[in-house]
């Protein structure tokens, strides 16, 4: 079984476009993430959710909305998608705050053309 | 605020000799530190933590880090590289009261036969 999976795994769009990326954990977690991972490989944390309470929003546009219907499931929801947002997404997941270990999905890649 | 630098974006090693990863930090408090791995086309994998505890701590797949505090420094260390070693390592820190895990750039690491 997935501990972390993501869906999909591969996204092709065109810029304007509407489109969301699913995350779901089997752990038992209370905490959620989503990291943005660009071409050069620097990861950046977007949003984390506690218990479904979101408690980091970093400076991301509003394009970007997250959305946790229960503490195991994050969803990103990304509106008029733009060149700039082609990137690997990453879900991830852990038992308490971050001094505890990230458990990672596989990535979902993000193409907008 | 707490940060991480990566020193080299690319290692290049032989099979069989020493691999050595830099890392920095930067936290304005005791810091947790972690170094995740990341294969290709995967999400990252946690290799080892520094939670205050041991300074030198042992990790998956025979890698080890030492905690010095004197240098603000975590180096990630493996004493003899296997082709399976060839992926991208990321340092990460965390303050100890915070769910926020910053990133360092990453150090991709190559193999020679």
């Known amino acids: 079984d997935t501990a972390v999976s993501q869906t999909p795994k591969y996204l092709v769009t065109q810029m304007g476009n509407d489109k969301s990326i699913k995350c779901e954990q089997n752990?038992?977690?209370?905490?959620m993430y989503w990291y943005k991972q660009d071409s050069k490989k620097f990861l950046k944390i977007m949003f984390s959710?506690?218990?479904?309470?979101?408690?980091i929003n970093e400076t991301v546009p509003n394009r970007f909305s997250p959305k946790s219907p229960d503490k195991a499931h994050l969803n990103l929801h990304i509106n008029s998608l733009e060149l700039g947002d082609s990137a690997v997404y990453f879900c991830?997941?852990?038992?308490?705050?971050?001094?505890?270990?990230?458990?990672f999905g596989e990535g979902s890649r993000l193409t907008v053309l | 605020a707490q940060s991480v630098t990566q020193l080299g974006s690319h290692v290049s090693v032989s099979e069989g000799a020493l691999v050595l990863l830099r890392c920095n930090y930067s936290?304005?408090?005791?810091?947790?530190l972690f170094w995740y791995v990341q294969y290709p086309n995967q999400g990252l994998q946690l290799l080892l933590k520094?939670?205050?505890?041991?300074?030198l701590v042992k990790g998956i797949n025979g890698f080890e880090a030492e905690f010095k505090k004197s240098e603000t420094s975590f180096h990630l260390t493996k004493p003899s590289a296997h082709m399976s070693d060839a992926a991208e390592y990321f340092c990460?820190?965390?303050?100890?009261?915070?769910?926020?895990?910053?990133f360092g750039a990453g150090t991709t690491v190559t193999v020679r036969a």
């Open positions: 990460a820190v965390s303050p100890s009261n915070d769910y926020k895990l910053s």
């Open positions: 959710y506690n218990n479904k309470e979101l408690i």
């Open positions: 752990l038992g977690h209370d905490t």
């Open positions: 991830a997941s852990s038992q308490r705050k971050a001094t505890g270990e990230l458990f």
């Open positions: 520094y939670t205050s505890a041991a300074t």
């Open positions: 936290s304005s408090v005791p810091p947790y």
